[in-house]
């Protein structure tokens, strides 16, 4: 039903022995590149559009789903154009304009990375071709003009001017496109830097901003699928003619062979009912329960995969005083807010979809495989919520195949409980570490872990489980798995669980689960040496540029939490961090416990992203990880019944919610020149600093989330 | 079934599904946003004679002839206009949330919080806003912009 891999321990021998010394070179090199989108294309033309009217639009090439990239693409047009960024009208990138499969896909904390560069060079490119434009038109050397607040004179003069509407309205003959100016020095930034308000609020104030779920056409339809009452189940067989009667059904589509049951109808709500009228039968798939799960994480010691060794470990672990602890993290939901959801016209020439996606390469995809010979096209919309569930999702394949049928619009909306019980979900992890200290240093860390799949459960490489067992590791679980700290012998093994559920991306990957065990561990550490939690982790970090940048987010942290204050008694303080994507974070919580439940008071986060584009919303996105993290701390756990995820809702699946949250102080530290990400890197350490707030108050030590003061 | 939403009358012919799905499939207002439909969560919120109501789980029938309020019809609530935002709506301008989705619940919730009470205490404001998920995890900006938004509404004439 399912296996550990790597359980044949066969790595010294043959092939193996290549394999031991191969596989932590390319763990290595997987983790220090990152899972990175290719670099987008750089034209002027793909993302910009200048009209005579004076308009001027920005396709953004990448999703907005609340981090603010259209906002951050906006002020880096703005700054290299000259202009406002109030002056940009800000535009989804689509099929027709600004798409390009692979740059749009928005994940990994990477868009701000990866467009800072490449948005400013388009946009400087962009105003050179005015400029020298300008120059023809004035007569002048075109080192005779300049630009200035979205306008071009003569050096030296004020007067006449040419507005970027003017110079195109008067063109005339064939584009050049010039070398790429040099770029504008930080120093002078303007916009770079500023906490400019969101381009997308006043759309989503007022009941118009158009989402996956509220996108429409005229004369639409709306659609439900059937969904497997087990995970892996085939479709065997479907009686439709009770489900065709029922009132406002228009079409039943049922397709064995792609597995899909699916019906259109007048309105949403017979459509959902309608879909209940279907007579189903289905076969196979897995009967997994919770317990079934639970031992599964708990794999031998033996086997897996060694993805970092350094010094000799084993040796030094044989001797007496060994420490030990294991972590368990639970299977998690993404519980975006807006399920899944998508519109499709399909014509005998094309497939158009409004789809809420992270991923309209994937999207384009799926619909050129599933309709040959139409053209496809693909409208990203705002996305109520990501956080990594819509990188792969099928709404829009399923609208596209009940509007082919109706000869209509169709939209397909998921139920939450389709949302919750048929998605992929954060890999259930167990880690295990052992380790020795001598004079307050470790002198050898073992760490085993075991998780679900990552990357590879929605995107399974070629060659699919050969490849997964060559080698060894699933990439998004590498995600916080290697300790950034120096240790004298330290080996990292890593086990996959291949499980029969689906599971999949969540926010920051495996940083969560990793960072969670590798955390408190350090904590359990630093008790054990007898030493302050700050002061063991600082002897600990290498002494590299990344050292000190820990360093200081470690120092604002606590310096800004009090740490070293004496404290109320009833109140505690925890400490975590962690680099993701580059980006440094350390995290401390404050805790107290009443009638034996967990309260987090406060939570201070010092965060080093390189460089902030726009704080306000950088903040928002570290307060967004932390409410996330503790949500996944305090409360969020969803358990397996034969083969099907229990929950089903808020009500069994309850989120953290605002009389739960307390007060959060993030503290911008920028080190760099470069924008390394915020839409992950916080997550990582929040549950550990709950955690080990918890055992400075308690000194119960709580090592499963989420986190039962009862259960211990 | 007549139903008046944003002050206007419409007439609807599904009044037995629920208030929320007339709204988008009939009305085509698909501000009010749908995310659990069961009542728990808020992002359905509208107004019905003032009172935040789920309209995910409130039949169309049981409202009929009610005043009833989206998010689209918050701005005409201005008292200079339609194209005025509501205090509350220029609040969440200033300091908005992430995707939003979220935003009718917290939207209706102040409004109705700030017409039966203009000077609410933080303490109120949290009951008031509680009941409305944000997995953006917005809710302290939550706080400051209903305490923001009292203070423009008192500002205003």
């Known amino acids: 039903m399912f296996v550990a891999a790597g359980s044949a321990g066969t790595l010294m021998l043959g092939a193996g022995w290549l394999r031991a010394y191969a596989r932590p070179l390319l763990a290595d090199a997987v983790f220090k590149h990152g899972p990175s989108a290719a670099r987008p294309p750089n034209k002027p033309g793909l993302w910009f559009e200048v009209l005579a009217s004076g308009v001027v639009t920005v396709y953004v090439p990448k999703v907005e789903m609340g981090q603010g990239i259209h906002t951050v693409v906006a002020q880096l047009a703005a700054e290299e154009l000259g202009l406002e960024p109030g002056d940009l009208k800000v535009v989804q990138a689509h099929s027709r304009h600004g798409f390009s499969a692979n740059a749009m896909f928005t994940y990994g904390s990477s868009s701000t990375h990866t467009l800072y560069v490449t948005v400013r060079q388009a946009a400087a490119t962009l105003r050179e071709m005015l400029r020298?434009?300008?120059?023809?038109?004035?007569?002048?050397?075109?080192?005779?003009?300049?630009?200035?607040?979205?306008?071009?004179?003569?050096?030296?003069?004020?007067?006449?001017?040419?507005?970027?509407?003017?110079?195109?309205?008067?063109?005339?003959?064939?584009?050049?496109?010039?070398?790429?100016?040099?770029?504008?020095?930080?120093?002078?930034?303007?916009?770079?830097?500023?906490?400019?308000?969101?381009?997308?609020?006043?759309?989503?104030?007022?009941?118009?901003?158009?989402?996956?779920?509220?996108?429409?056409?005229?004369?639409?339809?709306?659609?439900?699928?059937?969904?497997?009452?087990?995970?892996?189940?085939?479709?065997?067989?479907?009686?439709?003619?009770?489900?065709?009667?029922?009132?406002?059904?228009?079409?039943?589509?049922?397709?064995?062979?792609?597995?899909?049951?699916?019906?259109?109808?007048?309105?949403?709500?017979?459509?959902?009912?309608?879909?209940?009228?279907?007579?189903?039968?289905?076969?196979?798939?897995?009967?997994?329960?919770?317990?079934?799960?639970?031992?599964?994480?708990?794999?031998?010691?033996?086997?897996?995969?060694?993805?970092?060794?350094?010094?000799?470990?084993?040796?030094?672990?044989?001797?007496?005083?060994?420490?030990?602890?294991?972590?368990?993290?639970?299977?998690?939901?993404?519980?975006?807010?807006?399920?899944?959801?998508?519109?499709?016209?399909?014509?005998?020439?094309?497939?158009?979809?409004?789809?809420?996606?992270?991923?309209?390469?994937?999207?384009?995809?799926?619909?050129?495989?599933?309709?040959?010979?139409?053209?496809?096209?693909?409208?990203?919309?705002?996305?109520?919520?990501?956080?990594?569930?819509?990188?792969?999702?099928?709404?829009?394949?399923?609208?596209?195949?009940?509007?082919?049928?109706?000869?209509?619009?169709?939209?397909?909306?998921?139920?939450?409980?389709?949302?919750?019980?048929?998605?992929?979900?954060?890999?259930?992890?167990?880690?295990?570490?052992?380790?020795?200290?001598?004079?307050?240093?470790?002198?050898?860390?073992?760490?085993?872990?075991?998780?679900?799949?990552?990357?590879?459960?929605?995107?399974?490489?070629?060659?699919?489980?050969?490849?997964?067992?060559?080698?060894?590791?699933?990439?998004?679980?590498?995600?916080?798995?290697?300790a950034e700290y120096h240790f004298q012998a330290y080996t990292v093994v890593n086990h996959r669980l291949k499980l029969p559920i689906p599971t999949g991306p969540w926010r920051g990957l495996g940083s969560l689960a990793n960072i969670f065990a590798l955390e408190s561990f350090m904590d359990e550490l630093a008790q054990q040496a007898r030493l302050d939690p700050l002061e063991f982790r600082l002897r600990h970090l290498p002494r590299s540029a990344l050292g000190r940048r820990f360093k200081q987010a470690l120092l604002t942290a606590t310096d800004e939490s009090g740490w070293t204050r004496s404290r109320t008694p009833g109140l505690a303080l925890g400490l975590a961090c962690c680099a993701d994507v580059n980006t440094v974070v350390a995290v401390v919580s404050e805790v107290s416990v009443q009638d034996g439940r967990v309260l987090v008071e406060r939570v201070t986060v010092a965060v080093d992203p390189g460089l902030v584009v726009n704080p306000a919303g950088a903040r928002l996105q570290a307060v967004g990880s932390v409410v996330m993290g503790l949500s996944s701390a305090l409360l969020e756990r969803l358990t397996v019944t034969n083969g099907l995820v229990t929950e089903s809702n808020f009500d069994s699946y309850p989120i953290i919610d605002m009389a739960n949250t307390p007060p959060i102080d993030v503290h911008l530290i920028e080190s760099g020149e470069v924008p390394f990400g915020m839409g992950e890197p916080v997550i990582g350490p929040v549950a550990a600093s709950v955690g080990n707030a918890i055992f400075a108050l308690t000194g119960q030590r709580l090592r499963s989330l989420p986190f039962d003061l009862q259960g211990v | 079934m007549r139903l008046v939403v944003n002050d206007r009358e419409y007439e609807v012919r599904h009044a037995n599904e629920a208030l929320l799905w007339v709204l988008h499939d009939e009305l085509g207002l698909t501000g009010t946003h749908y995310s659990c439909g069961m009542g728990k969560c808020g992002s359905c919120s509208v107004l019905v004679d003032g009172v935040v109501t789920h309209s995910c789980i409130t039949p169309a029938a049981s409202v009929a002839g009610r005043a009833i309020t989206t998010i689209e019809g918050v701005a005409t609530r201005g008292h200079r206009g339609p194209d005025e935002l509501h205090p509350v709506q220029q609040a969440f301008l200033e300091r908005p949330l992430q995707c939003m989705w979220c935003i009718p619940g917290h939207v209706m919730s102040a409004v109705a919080l700030l017409e039966r009470n203009p000077d609410p205490s933080a303490e109120e404001i949290g009951a008031a806003a509680g009941e409305n998920l944000c997995r953006c995890g917005g809710y302290n900006t939550v706080r400051a912009v209903v305490a923001r938004a009292a203070e423009l509404a008192r500002e205003q004439p």
């Open chain 1, 132 to 482: 020298l434009e300008a120059a023809t038109q004035f007569g002048l050397a075109s080192r005779d003009v300049v630009a200035k607040a979205g306008r071009f004179m003569g050096l030296g003069f004020t007067v006449p001017t040419l507005s970027f509407g003017e110079v195109i309205a008067a063109k005339r003959g064939v584009w050049k496109v010039p070398k790429t100016p040099a770029l504008k020095p930080r120093a002078e930034f303007r916009h770079v830097g500023q906490s400019y308000p969101r381009v997308d609020a006043r759309a989503k104030l007022t009941g118009t901003a158009v989402y996956g779920y509220s996108a429409r056409l005229g004369g639409m339809l709306y659609g439900a699928v059937a969904r497997p009452p087990r995970y892996g189940a085939r479709l065997v067989r479907a009686v439709t003619d009770r489900a065709q009667k029922q009132p406002g059904v228009i079409a039943v589509v049922a397709d064995l062979k792609a597995g899909f049951v699916g019906l259109a109808a007048t309105t949403r709500t017979q459509a959902n009912a309608a879909i209940t009228a279907l007579n189903l039968t289905w076969e196979g798939g897995t009967t997994l329960s919770q317990s079934e799960l639970e031992h599964a994480l708990s794999a031998s010691r033996s086997g897996g995969a060694v993805l970092r060794r350094r010094g000799d470990t084993a040796r030094v672990l044989a001797a007496p005083g060994v420490i030990e602890a294991s972590y368990h993290t639970p299977l998690a939901a993404h519980a975006h807010l807006e399920p899944l959801a998508a519109l499709a016209n399909v014509t005998a020439s094309e497939v158009e979809v409004w789809v809420s996606t992270q991923s309209p390469g994937q999207v384009e995809r799926d619909l050129k495989a599933a309709f040959p010979g139409r053209s496809i096209r693909v409208h990203p919309t705002y996305l109520g919520g990501g956080f990594g569930r819509k990188t792969t999702q099928h709404a829009a394949l399923e609208a596209a195949r009940l509007s082919r049928a109706t000869g209509t619009p169709v939209h397909v909306g998921w139920t939450r409980e389709d949302d919750l019980q048929h998605a992929f979900y954060r890999p259930p992890t167990h880690t295990r570490f052992r380790a020795r200290l001598e004079h307050g240093q470790v002198l050898a860390l073992e760490q085993h872990t075991v998780s679900g799949d990552v990357i590879f459960g929605v995107q399974p490489p070629p060659g699919g489980d050969a490849t997964i067992k060559a080698l060894g590791f699933d990439p998004g679980v590498l995600i916080g798995q290697f």
